[in-house]
């Protein structure tokens, strides 16, 4: 199975799903790497690792649509069947959505539904909570929305900063995120409505 990772900034993630294949533990390829900035450390690391990457800038548009047909265009030309977005700072838009129903996943630091949005590690510490987490999950229409394929837990401590328990998230991403790709190219993720079930 062809992937594609879509990523903005440090590409953390990226790596991981990167290992995770040339490990094989995940039986894929690591086809494309999309980013939207310039300056995502992502595009370095996609070069080191001889993954073929794409920078595809929204200001090179002049609508969402063009951007995506763009992004489209791109993934046509590696047979990709999973997108994995990997810290990809925009919400994606309905020609991207139609064109991959129920393969597009994204991993988020938190229990979803609890801190969606761009900030959730540091919102998690300003709402005093004991316990937030990671999760990956299908992407739909909205925000940090979709049907939840995998979560971890990850406690929060008295004197916790930001960097921190960021440092504590990351590291159970790394493992959660290849650990969900794995299942979804097995073919064990089935999908009935907002339910995941892993078979
Ligand atoms: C991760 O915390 C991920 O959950 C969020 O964006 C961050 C990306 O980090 N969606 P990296 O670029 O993979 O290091």
Redesign the pocket.
């Known amino acids: 199975m062809n992937i594609a990772v879509f990523?903005?900034?440090?590409?953390?993630?990226?790596q991981a799903i990167v290992e995770s294949v040339k490990k094989g533990t995940v039986d894929a390829k690591i086809a494309l790497m999309i980013s939207d900035s310039a300056e995502a450390f992502?595009l370095s690391r996609a070069e080191k690792e001889g993954v073929k990457s794409a920078l595809i800038e929204r200001s090179d548009f002049s609508s969402k649509h063009e951007f995506e047909a763009a992004i489209i265009k791109e993934l046509d030309q590696e047979d990709i069947e999973l997108i994995c977005?990997?810290?990809f700072m925009r919400i994606i838009g309905p020609v991207l959505l139609n064109k991959y129903p129920n393969k597009i996943i994204?991993?988020?630091?938190a229990l979803l539904p609890a801190f969606k949005g761009a900030h959730a590690?540091g919102d998690a510490l300003r709402a005093k909570a004991k316990t937030t987490g990671?999760t990956v999950h299908f992407v739909d229409k909205e925000v940090d929305h979709g049907p939840i394929i995998l979560q971890q837990a990850v406690g929060i401590k008295e004197n916790d900063t930001e960097d921190s328990l960021?440092q504590r998230?990351?590291k159970i991403?790394h493992a959660l995120y290849p650990k969900a790709i794995k299942l979804f190219v097995e073919g064990k993720i089935k999908i009935k409505g907002r339910k995941v079930k892993i078979v």
């Not at 990523?7 to 990226?14: E, Q, R, Y």
């Open positions: 990523c903005s900034g440090n590409g953390s993630n990226f992502a977005l990997a810290g994204n991993i988020h630091p590690i990671v960021a998230i990351h991403e």
